[in-house]
């Protein structure tokens, strides 16, 4: 093996001597000035032009384009597999991955199924209460919620802070979250890889996120999203798949909660560092809705 590999080493150092004697000797014969001349046009001619900031009209339009259909919809499903990284004792990031199942009727019904590299979990909102679910501990936390889904998305961020990174989609109106803030947008071109279908790309950033996004041609949906949070040192990335869409199917009310998440030991619906003292059995009544 030993010998084998000194004599490629040799092949190999004897191959880049000849080609570096062969450049030698190109460079050393004098250049037309007919090609010299055409290769300077060429050069020209593939000049890329500088980058100019602002919202480019053509990725100002895919964008609004998805967000219409979006909000269109009376009801969707999806499956968002969500890949994250996060700081490592080594230096380079590590990265961890969840995947949830997703299905929201408007205004006012959204069911959460994660599983992924951690422990799983479910959020239930049905209009009236918002309910998240740790099937491994058999806790549930259940609390008063707002009338519509972006209302209960915001109560559940401020009181557990619990967040999902597909929020701009179901929102009533995703354009109006995605423009706040929008200081940059501008199209990419077409991709044949993503979502098994055709896409068109667009970057887009704030001051506070730069992201890049795939969205179906022929469909609008978005299919993948690629973010990072410009205010991070570490410049983390966060990867976003979305699959499997379903719009306006027909989902029956009793899909937005779970028996077995109510009959479960409850905890308070707080932040994880907040002190849970407070914890208690569930009361003889259901709590009053607050609007």
Known sequence: MRKEI???KTVVAFSMLLAASSAVAQQTQPTPKATTAKSAKQKQESA??????GLQPKA??????????LAAANSMAFTAVISYEGPSLLGPPLIYSTKSEVTMRRPDKLKVITLGDGPPS??????????????????????????????ALVAAYETAEIYYPFTDVIVTDPYKDMADGLTTAFYIGRSQIVGGTTTDMVAFASKDVFA????????????????VYLNDPARL?????????????????????????SSAAHIA???????????????????????
């Not at 998240?132 to 519509?148: C, I, K, Q, R, Y």
């Open 60 to 69: 100002i339009e895919i964008l609004k384009a998805a967000c219409a259909r």
């Open 48 to 53: 890329v032009a500088p980058y100019e900031p």
């Open 212 to 227: 890049q996004v795939w969205i179906g041609v022929e469909d609008k949906l978005p299919r993948r999203l690629y973010a």
């Open 122 to 151: 479910e959020f239930y909102y049905d209009g009236k209460l918002m309910m998240a679910f740790a099937p491994t501990e058999n806790l549930v936390a259940v609390a008063d919620a707002p009338p519509t889904i972006d209302g």
């Open 237 to 261: 990335r966060h990867v976003m798949e979305l699959s499997n869409w379903e719009l306006n199917k027909q989902v029956p009310a009793d899909a937005f909660g779970s028996a077995k998440a």
């Open 6 to 8: 000194l004599g490629l």
């Open 269 to 291: 619906f707080k932040r994880p560092d907040v002190n849970t003292a407070a914890n208690s059995k569930p009361p003889t009544a259901p709590p009053a809705h607050t609007p």
